[in-house]
C-alpha cells in the first residue's frame, strides 16, 4: 500500500533532504525511522528537496509498504524515534497513482530576512540578514516582472537539473514588519537555488544598487552570471506543497508567526 506524509523540520540541523552516505540527510532520518515502525526497508518520494539549512513547515512525501498499521503509527510512532528538529504531522493511505512530487500542482516557499544594521541572534538561522535600508515598494515592482512562464535561466544554480528552465510564477508578494521582510513565492515548480537567487537580486534593488525594472532584463539575459549572488539558506522555508482536490490530503493551516503572521494557506 501507498502512504503520503507530511512533515516539518528545522534544515540547519541537516546537510539537506537528500539521502547522503554519511546519512546527514532529512531522508535519511525519515527513512530510518519508518523502517522502524514497518520492520522492513522503507524509501520515500519527496515532492521536492530542499538544500542544506532550508527549512520546512510542510514537506509531502510518500512511501510503499506491505506493512498494515493504523496512521496513529506512521505519525506519533514515527516522531518517537525521530530527531527533535523533524516531526511528522499527518499520514494517510493513497492509491497507487499518486506520486509525491508528479502530483504536486504547485510550491510555495517563504523566505524571511531580517533589515538590521547588526545581525540576529535569536533568529540565527531561521532568518536571512541584510544590514542597509531596503526599499520594499522598489523590490514589489521588481518582482512583477517576473511574475508569469519565463525561462529562469538567470536564477538557476549551475548544478541544476530540472530538464528545463521554464517555470511559471504564480505568485511573489513582499511584507514588510519592523525589521522584517517576507518574500512569498508560489510557483509550479522551482529550480535549484531559484527562490536564494531571486531574493539576492530582489535585494540589490531594494538597496538602490539597480532600477526594478533591471529585474526583467535579467530574465531576457538568461545568464546566472548577470545576476546577485545567492542569498543565505538560513531564512528559507518550504511551506506548502499544492495538489487536485481529488486526493483528498489533509488541509495545512500552519503560520510562521515570527512578526508578520503570514498563513501558510
Known sequence: MRIALGLEYDGSRFCGWQSQPSGCGVQDTLEKALSVIAGESVRVVTAGRTDTGVHALHQVVHFDTTSMRPDSAWVRGANAFLPESVAIQWAQPVSDEFHARFSAVSRRY????????????????????????????????????????????AFRAAECQA???????????????????????????????????????????????????????????????????????????????????????????????????????
Not at 544594521?117 to 518582482?143: C, I, N, Y
Open 110 to 153: 517563504l523566505y524571511m530576512l531580517m533589515n538590521h544594521p547588526v545581525r540576529p541572534a535569536l533568529l540565527s538561522g531561521k532568518a536571512g540578514w541584510f544590514h542597509t535600508p531596503l526599499d520594499v515598494e522598489a523590490m514589489r515592482q521588481g518582482a512583477q516582472h517576473l511574475v508569469g512562464e519565463h525561462d529562469f535561466s
Open 163 to 265: 530538464k528545463s528552465p521554464v517555470k511559471h510564477l504564480q505568485q511573489i508578494q513582499i511584507k514588510r514588519s519592523g525589521d522584517l521582510v517576507m518574500f512569498d513565492f508560489i510557483a509550479n515548480a522551482f529550480l535549484h537555488h531559484m527562490v536564494r537567487n531571486l531574493v539576492g537580486s530582489l535585494v540589490y534593488v531594494g538597496k538602490g544598487k539597480h532600477p526594478p525594472a533591471w529585474m526583467g532584463g535579467l530574465l531576457e539575459t538568461r545568464d546566472r552570471s548577470c545576476a546577485a549572488p545567492t542569498f543565505s539558506p538560513d531564512g528559507l522555508y518550504l511551506v506548502s506543497i499544492g495538489y487536485d482536490p481529488k486526493w483528498e490530503l489533509p488541509i495545512v493551516g500552519r503560520k510562521l508567526n515570527l512578526g508578520l503572521n503570514l498563513s501558510t494557506d
